[in-house]
């Protein structure tokens, strides 16, 4: 187990990750991250493959109930952001809630258990809270990017948008203005494409860092501060946690929506 020097060493151990190649390279890769956000996809998936093999339309469950409620609520927000007609979008939504919810959860386990427990087994770093690192919601950004750009090619063939971005956001209705207009529309339209996963990405990784600092400082505070500080953060933390995962699948709505929109 690893002994600490200072509180400082304490904090740099404790935000460090499991990585598997050279930390300098980018041919490397955050395996606790990698391994944890797998689990946690899969656990999301077994709860729900489980749910959907016991539903019943007579006296549900505690479990199809809870089940229910999550779903109803992201159909509702659907509802209120997607203004197109795609099925996806529904199972997408849904997806992204839960599964970035539980991996912001995570956070709430006792903070040192996993690192403790992975030292006997040689691993020296360990953060099982994957949305507390950069890669892991910049994966998930860009896998939105990905989706925006094939809604809207679908939605309205490489015409249409290629026309978005030579006409937007300054339309013109006189030819020689349009062309005049084109390459600023050029511009701006791809500026705000490439900040829709940046900020995604930065929004989550933020807010999710930010709270495993905190928890970090809390962890080295004097032993009779610890509870309170820590039962106080973590409360507001849950609140949080919630805010973030929803905050993530209602811009995804969102973004999927305009992508299909035929402004």
């Known amino acids: 187990m690893a ?9 740099d151990h404790h935000l460090g990750h499991w990585v598997i190649g050279d930390p300098e390279s980018f041919w490397s890769f955050h395996m606790d991250t990698v391994l944890f956000s ?3 996809g899969a656990i999301f998936f077994l709860i729900f493959f489980m749910a959907a093999r016991k539903v019943t339309s007579g006296v549900p469950g505690k479990m199809q109930n809870f089940l229910e409620t999550v779903i109803d609520f992201v159909d509702g927000q659907v509802k209120d952001s997607y ?15 839960v599964w970035v919810l539980l991996m912001n959860i995570v956070k709430l386990i006792p903070y040192d258990l996993f690192p403790y427990l992975a030292s006997f087994v040689g691993v020296e770093y360990l953060r099982i809270n994957p949305t507390s690192d950069i890669n892991a919601t910049a994966g998930l950004a860009l896998g939105v990017f990905v989706m925006i ?5 679908r939605a309205k063939g490489v015409g249409g948008v290629g026309k978005e971005f030579l006409t937007s956001p300054f339309a013109a209705n006189a030819l020689w203005l349009k062309i005049l207009l084109a390459p600023i529309n050029l511009f701006f339209k791809t500026v705000e494409e490439i900040v829709k996963p940046f900020s995604l990405a930065m929004r989550l990784f933020g807010n999710m860092y930010a709270g495993s600092l905190i928890f970090t400082l809390i962890a080295i505070s004097p032993w009779y501060l610890q509870w309170a500080l820590g039962f106080g953060w ?17 811009l995804t709505i969102v973004y999927l929506s305009m992508a299909e929109e035929d402004h």
């Open 83 to 97: 203004h197109g007609n795609n099925p996806l979008i529904g199972p997408i939504a849904l997806t992204i809630f």
């Open 149 to 153: 750009f094939y809604f809207g090619f």
């Open 38 to 40: 797998t689990l946690l």
């Open 234 to 250: 973590s409360l507001f933390k849950l609140l949080v946690i919630v805010l973030q995962a929803f905050v993530f699948m209602a």
């Open 3 to 11: 002994t600490y020097d200072s509180p400082g060493d304490y904090i």
